[in-house]
């Protein structure tokens, strides 16, 4: 298991903040004061969550939370892939102490690669922090270990802030991944599209294909793939990793691309043909609610156009707008089975082959 406390926190940052001078070491009671993005300072109070995202086939949360000089770190595992129900919580409990301010060098994304910094954060400063652990329920963080870390609080919202993981503090490299927040999330209106059966269904979850192989890194030996589209309201996530010569899908993903774009919806449309994932002419499908049913030879669907909004966590230099439509079975009593159209690049076309579901 990875050590989750070590989550965007760098080890040999010991040697160059633990030799700076401490401007506070604690003191229970008192409030610790960060540096924002506009050069403010800020109280480090309160509790931040991450947005729910995927983790070995679970659904995946954080939080941290200031209180004086505490403070406390948890990850909470769904079974599910939306972060609802019930969930199982590791909580980690840290003294911390503030040293001084460092000037933002560069930003990663998840995947170590270098992209550009979010709004308002080009040549930020963060407040580099040193945490001393007093509790742990993870094995692999003891008691007593100190480490240093920091965050880049973006302040240009009214509602709330923004905290962004240091990934790299020895050298002052920030990471857009998964960032912690306490901005109100406004409920979201979902993407309704007519189903193949020609009702109305709304457009929303996490859709997932099941792993399937092939040598992406061109070693001859076949790795596991998976697709991931989380798509809530009208914006979607899209991310495409891969397992290094694991088949099973089971070892630890490396991400191929990560994609967010927003999504908008058109006049509906029937599908010209169904085909294999050779592009042959092929039979519709099986009904997910009913297998000794197929769908519809020429199902209805809704045209809908994704327009992508950032690439591997940079902006596209230029507009891309894409078609992005699906026939949606929703005859399953557990959720929904969608077929991407234009299969090949042919409009109205769709591949009994590839196919996602959100159940």
Request: charged share 10%.
């Amino acid at each position: 298991m990875i050590n989750i406390f070590l989550r965007g926190l760098v080890m040999a940052a010991l040697g160059v903040v633990m030799g700076c001078a401490s401007e506070s070491t604690g003191g229970g009671s008192v409030t610790l004061n960060a540096t924002t993005t506009s050069s403010s300072s800020v109280a480090l109070t309160g509790s931040y969550d991450t947005a729910c995202y995927i983790q070995n086939g679970s659904g995946f949360k954080e939080n941290v939370a200031f209180s004086g000089d505490s403070w406390t770190y948890t990850t909470s595992t769904y079974s599910g892939t939306t972060c609802s129900g019930t969930s199982t919580d590791v909580e980690i409990i840290a003294t911390m102490s503030v040293v001084a301010d460092q000037q933002i060098a560069g930003w990663v994304n998840g995947n170590g690669d270098t992209v550009t910094a979010p709004a308002g954060t080009q040549g930020a400063s963060f407040t580099a922090l040193n945490l001393t652990v007093s509790s742990s329920e993870d094995a692999a963080t003891p008691v007593g270990l100190t480490v240093g870390m920091g965050y880049v609080i973006d302040d240009s919202n009214a509602t709330g802030l923004t905290f962004y993981r240091m990934d790299d503090v020895v050298n002052s490299i920030a990471t857009i991944a998964d960032p912690f927040t306490d901005i109100p999330v406004a409920a979201v209106q979902p993407l309704m599209v007519t189903t193949a059966s020609g009702g109305t269904v709304a457009l929303e979850g996490t859709f997932i294909n099941a792993c399937y192989g092939s040598d992406y890194d061109n070693d001859t030996i076949v790795d596991g793939n998976i697709d991931t589209w989380v798509i809530s309201g009208n914006t979607i996530t899209a991310e495409s990793v891969y397992y290094p010569s694991d088949t099973t899908c089971s070892g630890n993903p490396v991400i191929i691309e990560n994609i967010i774009g927003d999504l908008s919806s058109g006049s509906d449309a029937n599908l010209t043909a169904w085909v294999d994932g050779f592009a042959n002419p092929a039979s519709a499908p099986a009904s997910a609610g009913n297998l000794s049913l197929s769908l519809p030879a020429n199902p209805p669907y809704t045209t809908v156009t994704i327009e992508i909004t950032s690439i591997n966590g940079a902006v596209p230099s230029s507009p891309v707008s894409i078609p992005f439509s699906f026939v949606v079975d929703d005859s399953h009593t557990n959720g929904l089975t969608i077929y991407q159209t234009n299969f090949d690049s042919v409009a109205g076309q769709a591949s009994v082959d590839d196919f996602r579901k959100n159940y």
